[in-house]
């Protein structure tokens, strides 16, 4: 193992696509940012000098910072913002990480430009659970807007309806032929006939969940978020922001030049979705370049069945350690509700979406960020900018088996809080995250920080203890999960890792209106359970 040195310096660039020319936020003048390349517990160290107006903050999504949370990177959670003209160096340790992951701004919306890929290697001699692919490649899904990021998040919080679809998607920053004035504007891979390829294949994308497929090609899975999966061969797949999939694909098909498509998934009913995608090529060597391309089979925007079928398919390699017994037992809805009135007192609830605006919650309470950081105003024992009140179970929580999940928005009993949950070092945590109805049903690709967990179980409609069945056997180790749309998932990790620990949708918007909560986990005993002091140049706020 070594230590490998990173500058990430945070500057405007101009930028033409889409017929238009304009400033995006990136990462050494580079969209995507710069592919950080590592290997199973190496030390990182990313200096990162932000030179743009804005605020901002990295974080190393996936990668659990055993020890290490100061360089986590959620702005108001584990630290204050880098401001115009200053740096902060994050540090860690990948302690018996290897896989993909991906990197993303953490503060506003400006992980719509500022992300790049995060590539682990197993340590020198030790071969991969398959054969060894010929050549790997990184395949990152994001969307591109016309408009400024930061000005996009107010406009649509001030708006109280939900976010317009963004101007394109995008594969490894492409929007492809189906844009305007992208005719050139595609990725491609050169690959050779007979070869199997690894993509790692990352969501790195602002609001939308997104489906995935090559033309004739099958995509067999062999690791999730970062863990090996018991091989699983499909025709596409669909990943959630923040999550990654490596699938292996083999160069099988006649010469030609075939489409890898990128289309939006959205559940949500009544919501009208725009179903276009972002293509690239996948072109065979020994093929006329220019001809036309065989069209990637994309799953309908709204094929729930398609989405169940890869999560069905995602077992760990081996037998897994998962914990039996639970010390904590949480039932947290995810959903959300109309809240929060445009009008002057913040106290005063809403009834009906006509007087509401939109807004999201876990067990009813809207997160709303502190001023300064969590982790900073814990560590010091600063009061007053968060309490440690979060309910193990939601306020109110309306069945809607019984209920109109969908027809009436009369949870509007949501508040706002900045409520954490303590836990003590080493409790085994049960969580189950159930989606709710309130305006409407919708997939919510939940995150959590500083951990992986074993997703357990899932279904649809309420969660049920006495129906419920679970995999306590080879489960997938994930760090995103995808409740299922009007159902529930139950996952299960040991809160070994002290810190603060934001759990939130990496949807962006659900995020801005408040669905999510903070773990507060304890140290334990020894050095090896100790969070470390904070670093000299942890940005104030
Ligand atoms: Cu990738 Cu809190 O996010």
Same mark, same amino acid.
């Not at 039996?324 to 010390?327: L, P, W």
């Given at each position: 193992t070594s230590t490998k040195f990173y500058d990430f310096k945070v500057l405007t660039k101009r930028v033409t696509k889409l017929c238009n020319s304009k400033d995006i936020v990136t990462v050494n003048g580079m969209f995507p940012g710069p592919v950080v390349y590592a290997q199973e517990d190496d030390r990182i160290i990313v200096k990162v000098t932000n030179k743009t107006p804005y605020n901002i903050t990295i974080h190393w999504h996936g990668v659990q910072q055993r020890l290490s949370c100061w360089s986590d990177g959620p702005s108001y959670i584990t630290q204050c913002p880098i401001q115009t003209g200053k740096s902060f160096t994050y540090k860690f340790t990948l302690v018996k990480q290897k896989g993909t992951f991906l990197w993303h701004a953490h503060v506003s919306w400006l992980r719509g430009t500022v992300y790049g890929a995060f590539v682990v290697h197993p340590k020198i001699g030790v071969p991969y659970p398959f054969k060894h692919p010929y050549k790997e490649h990184i395949v990152i899904i994001g969307e591109y807007w016309l408009q400024d990021l930061v000005q996009l998040e107010r406009a649509t919080l001030a708006s109280g309806g939900g976010p317009p679809p963004p101007d394109a998607y995008t594969i490894n920053g492409h929007p492809g032929s189906n844009y305007n004035c992208s005719t050139n504007d595609v990725f491609r891979f050169h690959v050779v006939p007979g070869k199997t390829y690894l993509l790692r294949l990352i969501n790195a994308g602002l609001n939308t969940e997104n489906f995935f497929a090559i033309a004739n090609h099958k995509l067999t899975i062999v690791e999730a978020d970062a863990e090996y999966t018991k091989p699983f061969t499909t025709d596409r797949v669909m990943l959630g922001p923040g999550q990654t999939l490596n699938v292996l694909v083999t160069t099988d098909q006649p010469i030609g030049r075939y489409s890898m498509a990128v289309g939006p998934y959205m559940s949500a009913k009544n919501v009208h979705f725009q179903n276009i995608s972002a293509i690239a090529y996948f072109q065979y060597l020994g093929g006329v370049p220019n001809t036309g391309s065989l069209p990637a089979n994309l799953p309908s925007f709204n094929d729930n069945l398609a989405v169940m079928t890869v999560m069905d398919g995602l077992r760990s390699l081996k037998e897994v350690n998962v914990p039996?017994? =639970? *010390?904590e037992n949480l039932f947290v809805t995810v959903g959300l509700n109309v809240q929060k009135c445009l009008s002057k007192s913040p106290k005063e609830n809403c009834k009906g979406n006509s007087n509401g605006v939109l807004a999201a919650s876990m067990n009813n309470i809207s997160f709303i960020k502190p001023k300064i950081s969590i982790l900073e105003a814990y560590y010091k024992k600063i009061n007053g900018s968060f309490s440690e009140d979060f309910p193990d179970a939601p306020i109110k929580f309306y069945d809607f088996v019984n209920g109109a999940p969908n027809n =009436? !928005?009369? *949870?509007?009993q949501a508040e706002n809080g900045t409520r954490t949950k303590v836990l003590e070092y080493g409790t085994r945590v049960q969580l189950i995250l159930q989606d709710t109805g309130t305006v409407s049903t919708e997939n919510h690709p939940i995150h959590l920080h500083g951990y992986s967990f074993y997703v357990i179980g899932y279904g649809s409609g309420n969660y049920n203890s006495k129906t419920a069945n679970f995999n306590l056997v080879d489960p997938p180790y994930m760090?995103?999960?995808?409740? !299922?749309v009007g159902g529930w998932a139950a996952i299960r990790f040991v809160a070994d890792n002290p810190g603060v620990w934001f759990m939130h949708c990496h949807i962006e918007i659900h995020q801005s209106w408040g669905l999510g909560t903070v773990f507060i986990v304890k140290n334990g005993k020894g050095k090896l359970e100790t969070l470390p002091d904070p670093p000299a140049d942890l940005p104030q706020c």
């Open positions: 039996k017994e =639970i *010390d =009436i !928005p009369y *949870d509007t760090n995103t999960i995808g409740v !299922p």
